[in-house]
C-alpha cells in the first residue's frame, strides 16, 4: 500500500511476485486474473457515529468517483489550506462506455463542509535528512 496524500508512488508490476499466469486465479471473464490489482481505498467516519470504514474499488467508475472527489477537495485547499472536511452522500450517475453504453457508477457528492475540521492538522510527508543517507551498510 502507498498514499498518495504523501507523494508515495506504487511499485511497479514487475517488482512484484506472482508473474505465473498459470497460478493465477480465474477472473470474471474466465481468464486468468492478476491477484495484484490497482486498488482505490477512500476512509470515511460518519459525523454523527463517528463509525469509521473504507470505500475500496478496482473499477474504472469507481476510481473516477474518487479522484473526481479528491480533485475538489484539492482545489479548494489550493484557494484555503484550512478548509474543513466534505460531508459526503453517496450518489449514482451514468457513465457512458464503448462496450455497454451509460452504466451506473458512484458518486460522491458533497453535501456541505465540516469547518470544525478545519482544525485538523494534516501532517507532511517525513524530509529525509543527510544523516539519514549516511548509514554504512557492511558486505
Known amino acids: 500500500m502507498y498514499r498518495v496524500a504523501l507523494g508515495e508512488k506504487p511499485p511497479d508490476r514487475e517488482e512484484l511476485d506472482d508473474h505465473d499466469k498459470g497460478n493465477w486465479p480465474e477472473g470474471l471473464d474466465g481468464k ?3 491477484p495484484w490489482v490497482h486498488q482505490y ?3 470515511l467516519e460518519s459525523p454523527s457515529s463517528g463509525e469509521v470504514g ?3 474499488t478496482t473499477s474504472f467508475g469507481g476510481r473516477r468517483a474518487v479522484a473526481d472527489l479528491c ?3 484539492a482545489k479548494r485547499a489550493a ?3 484550512n478548509c474543513g472536511q466534505p460531508l459526503i452522500k453517496l450518489a449514482v450517475t451514468d457513465m457512458p ?3 455497454f453504453g451509460k452504466v451506473p457508477r458512484p458518486l460522491f457528492e458533497i453535501a456541505d463542509w465540516d469547518e470544525a475540521a478545519s ?3 494534516v501532517m507532511p ?3 529525509a535528512s543527510k544523516n539519514d543517507l549516511d548509514d554504512e551498510i557492511p558486505f
Open 32 to 34: 486468468p486474473a492478476d
Open 41 to 43: 481505498l477512500l476512509p
Open 54 to 56: 473504507s470505500f475500496v
Open 71 to 73: 480533485a475538489t477537495y
Open 79 to 81: 484557494k484555503s489550506p
Open 97 to 99: 462506455t464503448k462496450k
Open 119 to 121: 482544525g485538523i492538522e
Open 125 to 127: 510527508p517525513p524530509a
